[in-house]
């Protein structure tokens, strides 16, 4: 079997908790949420897909497919309080 060091969560002797600038949670959260875009597919759906390029050459022909038959694909121009109340 091997041996188990025993850790320490103490800091070494050659480090000072006052080297270290003041830590911050969730410092970096937004940013890390703004650049992932993460989507999860129905089970059934992703049994037909073997990988995520297949996924996303469905999605750009469906695109084409979109923007063919009606134009732009963006979403509606009317405010949102418009839409909800369907005038």
Same mark, same amino acid.
């Given at each position: ?18 080297? %270290?600038?003041? @830590?911050?949670? =969730? ?21 037909? %897909? ?8 469905? @999605? ?10 009606? =134009? ?9 309080? @418009?839409?909800?109340? =369907? =005038?």
């Amino acid at each position: 079997m091997k041996k188990i060091k025993s850790t320490s969560d103490e800091l070494r002797a050659e480090y000072k908790r006052s080297d %270290f600038k003041k @830590l911050e949670r =969730g410092k970096y959260y937004e940013r890390i949420k703004a650049s992932s875009n993460v989507v999860v597919l129905d089970p059934e759906v992703a049994a037909v %897909f073997p990988n995520s390029a297949a996924v996303n050459k469905a @999605l750009h022909s469906l695109v084409e497919v979109a923007e063919s038959v009606s =134009g732009r694909t963006s979403r509606s121009r009317r405010p949102a309080r @418009l839409r909800r109340s =369907g =005038g």
